[in-house]
């Protein structure tokens, strides 16, 4: 079982960065992959980054260039640096974990998944 804590939310200004942190347990999270959803309100949970075992990073198009995903498997964290923020980036933030083997396309995908987070809100004010 693995338990992932996410930190680093809060209220910023349009224009303005954050960055989230996810905390894991276990021993073994280099052999994870790890991944970072939103859910804004009103809407379905949506992939924004992830980065597998390797290293290899994913983005959803809307974060391209506004947002960095990088993990430090000395601390078992992972970590979402958001930049240039818009008020539409605005949503609960979801770490998630996967020990599931990879195909092509299958990091945007919440089945890839095995453990979730509890969420941190991001608001962005315009």
């Known amino acids: 079982q693995v338990q992932l804590v996410e930190s680093g939310g809060g209220l910023v200004q349009a224009g303005g960065s954050l960055r989230l942190s996810c905390a894991a347990s276990?021993?073994?999270?280099?052999?994870?992959?790890m991944g970072w959803f939103r859910q804004g309100p009103g809407k379905e949970r949506e992939f924004v980054a992830a980065?597998?075992?390797?290293?290899?990073?994913y983005y959803a198009d809307s974060v391209k260039g506004r947002f960095t995903i990088s993990r430090d498997n000395a601390k078992n964290t992972v970590y979402l640096q958001m930049n240039s923020l818009k008020p539409e980036d605005t949503a609960v933030y979801y770490c998630?974990?996967?020990?599931?083997?990879?195909?092509?396309?299958?990091?945007?995908?919440?089945?890839?998944?095995?453990?979730w987070g509890q969420g941190t809100q991001v608001t962005v004010s315009s």
């Open positions: 276990g021993r073994t999270f280099g052999s994870y992959a």
């Open positions: 980065i597998s075992r390797s290293g290899i990073t």
């Open positions: 998630t974990a996967s020990t599931k083997k990879e195909y092509s396309g299958s990091y945007y995908y919440t089945s890839q998944y095995d453990y």
